[in-house]
């Protein structure tokens, strides 16, 4: 089985930072890709940002440069470095992976059970 399991939420004041964590576990051959979700109360759930296992990123243009999404494979692990938060970037965040568990098996996707980012003063 393969669990991901996030980690890194709270509070944090306008203008702060924070950092999650995503760690995934179990029977994992290799993560082609690794990415995050948000989602806020009463609005469909949105992709931020994503990884793959190049080191190529993409992110959603709300992020304007202010998240960054990085992985270290000798983990299994990624994680989103969030600064210049706003009230707007109050949401559950998720991770999502793409994960084969063996040379020839198909891949996968994968979701952590959510990790709440509240940005309040």
């Known amino acids: 089985q393969v669990q991901l399991v996030e980690s890194g939420g709270g509070l944090a004041q306008p203008g702060g930072s924070l950092t999650l964590s995503c760690a995934a576990s179990?029977?994992?051959?290799?993560?082609?890709?690794m990415a995050w979700y948000r989602q806020a109360p009463g609005n469909e759930r949105e992709w931020v940002a994503e990884?793959?296992?190049?080191?190529?990123?993409d992110y959603a243009d709300f992020v304007q440069g202010r998240f960054t999404i990085f992985r270290d494979d000798a983990k299994d692990t990624v994680y989103l470095q969030m600064n210049s938060l706003t009230p707007e970037d109050t949401a559950v965040y998720s991770c999502?992976?793409?994960?084969?568990?063996?040379?020839?098996?198909?891949?996968?996707?994968?979701w952590g059970q959510g990790t709440q980012v509240t940005v309040s003063s």
């Open positions: 179990g029977s994992i051959f290799n993560i082609p890709t």
């Open positions: 999502n992976a793409r994960i084969a568990i063996s040379p020839t098996s198909n891949t996968y996707f994968y």
């Open positions: 990884i793959r296992s190049g080191g190529h990123t």
